[in-house]
Nanobody, 120 residues
Framework: QVQLVESGGGLVQAGGSLRLSCGAS????????MGWYRQAPGKQRELVAV???????NYADSVKGRFTVSRDNAKNTVSLQMNSLKPEDTAVYYC??????????????WGQGTQVTVSS
């Protein structure tokens, strides 16, 4: 059973920085993409940033230039460095890992979420 464990959320003032980290426990193979999503109260979950096995990245327009996603393939971890935070970045942030199972089929794992609150 694979579990994703997130850390690094918290309360920060506007303009500040936070770094989120996510690690996978259990055996995990053939990772295609690792990333972060977020969900603010009353809104749908949205993509924040994703990084593929080939290190290609994709960011939501709202975070480009402020957030940086990175991964450690050896440790199966993904991180999100968030700078110049804004109150509108306030949300629960979820780690996500997608890949291919050894015998075929896809998997899609989610973390439990970590709260990020940015005060104005």
């Amino acid at each position: 059973q694979v579990q994703l464990v997130e850390s690094g959320g918290g309360l920060v003032q506007a303009g500040g920085s936070l770094r989120l980290s996510c690690g996978a426990s259990g055996s995990i193979f053939n990772i295609n993409a690792m990333g972060w999503y977020r969900q603010a109260p009353g809104k749908q979950r949205e993509l924040v940033a994703v990084i593929t096995s080939g290190a290609s990245t994709n960011y939501a327009d709202s975070v480009k230039g402020r957030f940086t996603v990175s991964r450690d393939n050896a440790k199966n971890t993904v991180s999100l460095q968030m700078n110049s935070l804004k109150p509108e970045d306030t949300a629960v942030y979820y780690c996500n890992i997608q890949g291919i199972k050894p015998l075929g089929g896809r998997y899609d794992y989610w973390g439990q979420g970590t709260q990020v609150t940015v005060s104005s």
